[in-house]
């Protein structure tokens, strides 16, 4: 894992993070509301009141802040179905996920998509996406669209290692770069492909390096530290809003659950995992700067109890929410021409 310092070097030479102790609060309590949701998603699916696919994203929550925190009002997200954490990140609301996590009507597809199929078109969210690199198109559209339309809006397209070397994802690096396109594709490298280790699924070392043959620029970013990952967005987006066309991110990141909850994760050690939480947990991280900068630990109290009632809120609703009618069935499933 690289080291933040060195992440934020240009040119040779170190300067300071580019997050005041505002935004950095911020980002800390988005990062824990990420956390203590999917902990407690966890616990609803193994109480079999979330039925389905649940792939938590607990361990990878520096990601999708620091990235949120480079974007504008506008701009776009698509992702992958380990999604519950950009959903919330991108200002979806706990309730609406959680209740859409157990199949009820309040849930942002009234309970019939599940963890892999929700979308909000106020939060210019497109969805997490069940297959395996389909979000890349769709995130390529996305940019297609803002191009076309002549705005300044980013598309934001995440995806994991796995998909990285599908065949539809260099298409699409392809025509982004062909039509200088304002994408910017985040490989979120977990380093395992449901139980396969990218080493023994890439001939590449370094997927940062995946747009090179279309000359997309790129950056490899720890992304286990909120602050870098934010950096590496803030230059990707002006980038993509100068009209220069796709950038590639690869954040180097870790899930610390299995790949969905039916995996146990035994192909990797229980030490490596440790490793991990102890020496590279991006909340920790974020609090070791926090309190560096004179925060104290009452405020990390407050707003670890804030939290925590957010995310109680949002199971109780979870829970009580009606399941949707009937007649469900027969909606959202044609769109008039």
């Keep these: 894992m690289a080291n933040a310092a060195e992440t934020r070097k240009r040119g040779g030479k170190a300067r ?32 079999g009141l979330i039925g389905g696919f649940c792939h938590l994203y607990i361990g990878q929550e520096a990601v999708v802040v620091g990235m949120q925190m480079a974007l504008s009002d506008g701009d776009e997200v698509v992702t992958s179905y380990r999604d519950h954490g950009h959903m919330l990140a991108t200002g979806m609301e706990p309730r609406g996920v959680m209740a859409e996590l ?6 942002y597809s009234h309970g019939k998509g599940g963890s892999m199929h929700m ?15 389909a979000q890349v198109s769709i995130g390529t559209g996305l940019g ?19 998909a990285s070397n599908q065949g539809q994802t260099f298409e699409s690096f392809n025509l982004a770069a062909l039509m ?8 979120e490298n977990n380093r395992y492909g449901m139980g396969t280790s990218v080493e023994r699924a890439s001939a590449s070392r370094d997927l940062s390096k995946n747009g090179v043959p279309w000359g997309i620029p790129s950056m490899q970013v720890d992304g286990m530290d909120v602050v870098a990952v934010k ?10 809003r100068a009209g220069k066309g796709p950038f590639l991110i690869e ?7 299995g790949h969905s909850m039916s995996d146990p994760a035994r192909y990797r050690t229980r030490e490596e995992i440790q490793t991990m939480r102890t020496q590279h947990d991006p909340i920790d991280g974020a609090r070791h700067r926090l309190e560096a900068m004179g925060i104290e630990e009452a405020a990390f109290k407050q707003m670890d109890d804030e939290v925590k009632a957010i995310v109680q809120d949002a199971a109780d609703f979870a829970q009580s929410s009606p399941e949707p009618d009937e007649a469900e069935l027969w909606t959202d499933v044609l769109v008039e021409g």
């Excluded at 979308?119 to 690199?133: L, R, T």
């Excluded at 200088?180 to 490989?187: D, G, Q």
């Excluded at 954040?251 to 659950?257: L, N």
């Design 119 to 133: 979308f909000s078109k106020e939060k210019n969210f497109f969805g997490g996406h069940g297959i395996v690199g």
């Design 102 to 107: 157990t199949g009820r009507a309040g849930g």
């Design 144 to 162: 297609f669209s803002n191009w076309y339309r002549g705005n300044d809006r980013v598309a934001v397209t995440y995806f994991g290692e796995g």
């Design 251 to 257: 954040a180097k990141t870790y899930r610390y659950r």
């Design 231 to 240: 950096e590496a967005g803030d230059q990707a987006v002006a980038h993509c």
């Design 16 to 47: 300071e993070p580019s997050v005041d102790k505002q935004h950095l609060l911020r980002a800390y309590r988005d990062m824990l509301l990420i956390r203590r949701f999917e902990e407690k998603a966890g616990q609803l699916y193994g109480m």
């Design 180 to 187: 200088k396109l304002p994408v910017i594709y985040v490989i």
